[in-house]
């Protein structure tokens, strides 16, 4: 069954150091997203981007983020300057977007900041 | 006022036991409901979309009210393998591809 990855599953940085986080979504797929979930806390939604470009992001998305896809597979989450703040889950996701919004999740790559 | 509303619990039910929880959201022009399950330290993993005439899948049934703007889930005959935490996903038809997560319903059921 076709799945979504993600990598690394986790990472540690320094304050201030720029991160890149990787996820391949599931082939077919036209949508990605990008969330996050703090320790303890809810899912929030950072990002959607569709067709090379973003879609929607949240207020929590701001000039310190930015996504990508450098190719067919790949779809990446840059945080430039990261904060301890930053510290949390970081999930990727994609969705087909034909007739269904279901959307399919990675594993997540958990990021600690210190 | 929150997107998306759910009673954090825990619900703590023996097996075989019928739960169900609620989710509300504020948001009239919502368009797409989703319940997900989270375990512990996981990935949200879809559980079933939430059609407007409502949906069954196997134990599990999904309702919508528009009118009330809840959405639910019952879990019949609960298994030890259904302890998890249950979220409420919502979109609406104005920023269709921007998601809302309730913070999540936990449960435990218990042998």
């Known amino acids: 069954e076709p799945e979504v990855t993600q990598t690394p599953s986790h990472q540690v940085t320094q304050m201030g150091q720029e991160v890149i986080l990787r996820c391949v979504p599931i082939s077919n797929h036209l949508y990605f997203y990008w969330y996050r979930q703090i320790l303890g806390q809810k899912v929030e939604f950072l990002v959607s981007?569709?067709?090379?470009?973003?879609?929607?992001k949240s207020e929590i998305f701001d000039d310190q983020f930015s996504v990508e896809r450098p190719d067919g597979s790949n779809f990446t989450l840059k945080i430039r300057s990261t904060k301890l703040e930053d510290s949390a889950m970081y999930f990727c996701?994609?969705?087909?977007?034909?007739?269904?919004?279901?959307?399919?999740f990675g594993p997540g790559t958990r990021l600690t900041v210190t | 006022r929150k997107e998306v509303e759910q009673d954090p619990g825990p619900f703590n039910v023996p097996e075989g036991a019928t739960v169900a929880f609620n989710c509300t959201y504020s948001?009239?022009?919502?368009?797409?409901f989703f319940w997900y399950r989270q375990d512990c330290r996981k990935e949200p993993k879809l559980l079933m979309s939430?059609?407007?005439s409502g949906n069954e899948d196997g134990r599990f049934t999904a309702q919508l009210n528009r009118a009330s703007q809840y959405i639910s889930l019952l879990i019949r005959d609960s298994k030890l393998s259904d302890s998890a935490t249950y979220l409420c996903?919502?979109?609406?038809?104005?920023?269709?591809?921007?998601?809302?997560f309730g913070s999540g319903t936990k449960l435990n059921v218990k042998p």
């Open positions: 948001n009239s022009a919502s368009q797409s």
């Open positions: 981007f569709y067709n090379n470009e973003i879609s929607e």
């Open positions: 939430v059609y407007s």
């Open positions: 996701a994609s969705t087909t977007g034909v007739s269904s919004y279901e959307q399919y």
């Open positions: 996903v919502v979109n609406n038809r104005y920023n269709f591809n921007k998601f809302y």
